[in-house]
């Protein structure tokens, strides 16, 4: 799926609140109805195209929690505690945390932080993702409704009363037990938080204690400690830490009309720049707001799903881009922004042909199955042999430094024949070598290689080479920080190589790494 082929019924999930629900209109509303109009004229004088029979008038609608009535909501609960009770459909290989159909979508978005946030993708990815949810909702757990929003713009100075958060039987679950904290840190840690009065397990309502599995990769509330490898599995409670401070300073009317209708709206970049927050002016904008709202486990910035509140949150800010869209018609299919996290390490501009790619969540549907991951082209036409050979390499370094396993994969050996040897250890086999490379692939990497060598025979399946590398590495929350906390090493690579017979691609057998000198903080890649 092409992120230039969206489907019309997207245009409609972002849903219209009914207007009879409420005494007066407020400015969500007017927006809605205002965004409606421009489409309803639009698909009367042909400028917006009907597609496989969807159109205004029949496409499916996302609602509001505050509106829908206890009945929904419970459908919508029994839903979401089935995805909680359902067993993973992951490989166990690459994911070995997730025990539940929910990890599965926890760890899709693990796997992904670095390339769908901050890049020209954010707004199209986590669309396709919260659609991707819900139909495991509704083909998966026999939910029959469509993925409510929270809205934020309603109980802003006191979240403990929202419907979503009353600790109710119709509500998603309440504040968390007090812990003593102090607080948490916001904007890739330039925006301090104060503690709200939770920070514990979840206490209340339907999702009381509730247990999850993955994580905590970066976490930002005090005194939580982070697991060691991204996929680990961890079981324990949900954290929340519901906090006004965020809700009320960020998620406001004045910042909903600045990114549809103000300043941040003329364009693309402008808006989802405002979307995603100005950090560094301390600004921490509706998306981080949101997260930082709910607070706990929501708060990290890789495993954030683990809030089931997640996907209601997703739902309002792709409601904000719908409206966006809708109100701005001639910008509507417009990305900006590169496809990497705030352009670290420089990459290319994204583009609309680029592909959006969740296939490790084992959809069944066609509909996903013909997604294509732009990066993961392995096999490039008119290389000589020893440029095919040195692929193997850059295969895998740019895997790495794009966060694509396919790509870091594919010039891997990935049998038990494999072994990689870095300093006193040895790593001998693929699951081993899987799991040391996961230490490598939580962070954001650039790998700078240069002085390749290689030996090869004519006709041969066998090669050998030796390549020099600068590799600089930092974690993702620390990237944009003024202060040097990266980890850079320079390295020898003594690399055996055999020629697949199946695809024909050349992969890695034996991996040296002789480290010459390094910089920086240690402890990022050697504990």
């Known amino acids: 799926m092409r992120l230039s082929c969206l489907p019309a019924a997207v245009l409609a999930l972002a849903s219209v609140v009914q207007a009879v629900s409420f005494e007066k209109r407020d400015l969500l509303q007017n927006l809605q109805k205002q965004a409606l109009e421009n489409l309803k004229e639009a698909e009367a004088n042909g400028t917006l195209a009907k597609r496989d029979g969807c159109s205004i008038s029949n496409a499916a609608v996302r609602k509001d929690w505050n509106v829908m009535s206890a009945k929904e909501r419970k459908a919508y609960i029994i839903a979401v505690q089935c995805m909680f009770s359902s067993p993973s459909k992951s490989d166990p290989a690459k994911v070995p945390g997730a025990k539940t159909r929910y990890d599965d979508f926890v760890g899709q978005h693990i796997n992904q932080t670095t390339t769908i946030h901050g890049t020209g993708n954010f707004l199209s990815w986590h669309r396709y993702f919260v659609y991707g949810y819900e139909k495991a909702l509704r083909e998966e757990c026999g939910y029959n409704g469509h993925q409510p929003y929270w809205n934020w713009f309603t109980y802003q100075d006191n979240l403990k009363n929202s419907p979503v958060f009353d ?222 050979v040195a692929d193997a390499l850059y295969r895998c370094v740019l895997g790495i430094d794009s966060n694509n396993r396919g790509l870091f994969e594919s010039g891997c050996l990935k049998n038990e024949s494999m072994n990689v040897v870095a300093g006193p250890f040895t790593i001998e086999g693929w699951p081993a070598i899987s799991d040391f490379f996961m230490k490598v692939f939580v962070l954001t990497t650039t790998h700078v290689t240069s002085n390749i060598r290689i030996e090869l025979k004519d006709g041969a399946d066998t090669a050998s080479m030796t390549a020099h590398a600068i590799a600089y590495h930092v974690r993702p929350e620390d990237a944009l920080k003024p202060e040097d906390t990266s980890y850079t090493a320079s390295c020898l690579y003594f690399i055996d190589l055999v020629k697949d017979g199946n695809d024909g691609l050349w992969k890695i057998k034996k991996w040296e790494i002789k480290i010459l000198w390094t910089t920086g903080d240690r402890a990022l890649l050697h504990g």
Not at 240 to 246: E, F, I, N, W
Not at 285 to 291: N, P, T, V, W
Not at 350 to 363: F, H, I, M, N, S
């Open 167 to 388: 600790g109710s039987a119709t509500s998603m679950g309440g504040d968390g037990l007090f812990v003593q904290h102090n607080g948490s840190v916001g904007g890739a840690g330039a925006i301090p938080l104060p503690s709200g009065e939770g920070g514990g397990c979840i206490k209340s309502g339907p999702f009381k204690n509730l247990q999850i599995n993955l994580g905590p990769i970066s976490p930002t509330m005090a005194g939580e400690i982070k697991v060691t490898s991204p996929f680990a599995y961890n079981p324990r409670c949900a954290k929340r830490d519901l906090t006004t401070y965020s809700s009320a300073n960020w998620l406001t009317s004045p910042n909903l009309y600045n990114l549809t209708l103000g300043p941040a709206s003329k364009n693309v970049a402008t808006f989802q720049n405002e979307l995603q927050g100005r950090f560094s002016d301390g600004f921490l904008g509706l998306h981080a707001a949101g997260h930082f709202a709910i607070g706990g486990d929501a708060g990290d910035f890789f495993s954030s799903p683990n809030d089931p509140v997640f996907f209601m949150h997703h739902a309002m800010l792709d409601q904000v881009w719908w409206l966006w869209q809708a109100l701005h018609l001639g910008q509507a299919k417009t990305v900006a922004g590169t496809i990497t996290l705030f352009d670290n390490p420089p990459s290319r501009d994204a583009r609309l042909e680029d592909g959006v790619q969740p296939k490790t969540l084992q959809y069944t549907s066609s509909w996903f199955d013909a997604m294509a991951d732009p990066v993961t082209v392995t096999s490039l036409t008119s290389l000589n042999p020893r440029e095919a």
